[in-house]
C-alpha cells in the first residue's frame, strides 16, 4: 500500500498546470464551473485548446500507440481529468470521447470507423454528443424507444432524445436507438455513429437553472443512416456500452473541482473576517474532509482498473463519495457568502446548481446506492 | 498509489484472526492480558517502528483486532504508545486529556497513562485508580489520579493530538465494519413481507450509505497514518470516522428493530464501543474545525 505519487506522475502534473496557466483564461481558473461550448467561438477556442493538448501527446495518453496515444498510465489520465475539469473543462466534451467513445471504437469499431474516429478524436478535432436519455427512459435507460428500422442498407431512425449536452456544437452522436422488441429489453439495442448533420435531426435547447446551454432535445425524424455507422452489431449495443462505461463509472473529478471551489470560498471567507465564525469553519472543514475522502474512495478505483482487478461496486461507493463531497461544498459556500452568494455568475451561484447535479448526472445518486448493495455488500433481491 | 494490501499485510491480519481466536477470552470487555500477551510476543504491537513495517502497518492492526472486540486498548498500544513512548513500549497504555481526574480506557490497570495537557504531553506510570466506572459501553472505565508524571517534551502535545485521533479512527473502522456486516448479514436472513428485509430498497439504501461511510472512513484513516498523523490528514480520518461511528451506531440500531437492543444479539458489542471510542478524544466539530485551520491557517488573512 503506498499513497504517493511517483515521480513521473508529479512532473507530468507541473507540465499541465503550466500548460493550463499558459492556455487557460484567467477567470476560469479562479471560478471553476462547468463550461458548456455553445457559441462558435466557443467551438474554435475549445478546439485551439485541444489541438494544443494533442500536440503535446496529452489529449489521449493512455490510448494504445497505434490509435495515437503513448500508452501512459491511468495515473497520467486521471491528472489529466482533475487539472482540466477544475479549471472549467477547456476539453469541451472531449472528455467523453477520450474515455469512452474512442476505447469502444477501438474494441467493437469496423476497420473503417477506427481509421477515421480514432484519428479526429486523437487529434482533438471532432466533439461528440451523447444520445442515451429519453423522456420515458432516463435511470430505466433500457427501456428506450427511440426505433432503428432497417431498410436493405440503412436504418431509418425516428424518437427523441433529451438532457443532450453539447449537442449544439457536436459533430457526431453516439446514439442508443432500438432494433429489437423483446421480452428483455436490454437485448433489443443497437449503437449508431451519427454525423449531427444528417437530414432529420433537429437539436432544441431546454433553458434551465445549471448553465445556459447544457442541456437539450434532440428530435430524429426519418434520418438514414448507413449500416455502416452501426458500432457493433445489432442488438449489443447495451453490452458493449455497459462494458464501455466502466471506464467511466468514477465520472468527472468533481472532488477536485469541489476542493479547489473550497479553496477559494475559504480564502474569501477569511479576508471578509467569516472565519470568526466557529460554525462555518467547521462547516469548512468537513466539506473538506468530504472532498479528500471522495478522493481517495475515486483512486482506489483507478488503482484497481489500472491494475485490471474488478471495480464492481468500488466505483458506485465513490460516486456516492463524490456527490455528497460536491453538495457539502456547495452548501458551505452559499453559507459562506451568504445573499451575495445569490449574485448571478458569483462563484457559489453556479457551483451550487452544478453540485445538485452531481447526483443526478451520468447515473442517479439512488442508482448507485442500489449499485453498491447489489454489487458491494450483496444484500438479496427478495 | 497502490492501494492493496501487500501479502506480508495480508498475512499479518491473517495470524491476528488466528491468534485471536487462540487466545481471546469470548468476552472482550475486560483487560485480555493473554491476548495482549500473544500479540506482543508474535511482534504485532511493534510494527510502527519495525524497518520492514511502520505506521500503516500498525493502522491495520489496530483495525482487526478492533474489528475482533480484542480486550485491550489496541490504539493506544499500537500507534499512539510507539509514536510518544520511543521503543519501550508497555502493553496497558491508556489516554486522557488534561482534568483530574479522569475516565480512562482499561484504567484499572495501566502500566502508563498518556496525559494531553495543553501543548505537552505527559506520561504518568502506573497510575493510581480511584475507582471503576459502573457502564454498559464495551470497554471497562475507571476514575484515574493524573498528577504529575513526566513531560514528553516540546510538541508531544500536538503529537498525542494527531496520533490520538488516527488511532481512534482506526478503532471505529474495525468496530464499524463489523457493526455493518452483522446488520446487513441479519437483514439478509430476516424475513418478513415474505422476503428478506435486505432486499427492501428502503433499508438496501441506509445500508449503502453506512457503507461508503464506513470505506471513506477506512481509506482516509489509513492514509492519514501513512502521512503519519499529519494535521490535515489526521483531522479528516479524525472527523469523517466520528461522523461514521454516529451514522453506524444509530442507523445498525433502528434497522435491526427491537432485537438490536437485547443483550443476546451482539450488536451492542461494536455500537456501544463505537459510542465510546468516538467521544474519548477531540469531537467531531473539533475535528473539523482542525481540518479548516489546518488547509486554510490564518496567514491567509492578508490582502
Redesign the interface.
Known sequence: ?????APEERDYRRDLRKFVEAEVPKEWIANPRQRPVVTPDDRTRTLSFNHKLASRGWLTSHWPREYGGSEASA?QHLITGEELWSVGEPRGPQYMNVNWIGPAIMRHGSPEQKEYHLREISRGSVFWCQGFSEPDAGSDLASLRTAAIREGDTYVINGQKIWTSHCQVADWCVLLARTARGEDPRAGISIFLIPMTTPGIEVRQIPNYVEVGSLHEVFFTDVQVPVSNRLGEENEGWQIVRDALKNERVGAPRWERAARML?AV??WA??EGR?DD?AL??????A???C???R??A??V???RA?GISTSGMAS?SR??TA?ADRLVGDAAMEAYGTRGLIAGSAPDAFWWQALAAGVAGGSY?IQ??L??HQ??Q???? | MDFDLSDQQLATLSSIDSIVRLHATPDGDHDDRDLAGALKRAGFLDLFREPDAGPLDAELVVERVSSLLGGLAIGARSLVGPALLGDEVPNRIGLARAGNPAIVRYGADLDVVIVQDGETARAISKPRMLGPIESRYGFPLALIELEGGRSLGAGSGDKLRRWWRVANAAEIVGLATEALSFTAGYLSERRQFGRALASFQALQHRLAEAYVYVEGARWATRYAAWTEAEEQASSIAGGYAQQTARLVSMDMHQLTGAIGFTSEFALHRWTARLQAVRLEADGQDQQFTSVATARWPVANMGG
Do not use: H
Request: aromatic share 10%; proline share 4%; glycine share 4%.
Open positions: 500500500m503506498e499513497f504517493g505519487w495515473w479553496d475559504a480564502i477569511q479576508r472565519f466557529p469553519v467547521r462547516r469548512l472543514g468537513e473538506k474532509a468530504a479528500e475522502v471522495a481517495l474512495l483512486y482506489r483507478i488503482d484497481a491494475k461507493v456516492v463519495a455528497r439512488e446506492l442500489n453498491i448493495s458491494a455488500m444484500l438479496p433481491a427478495k
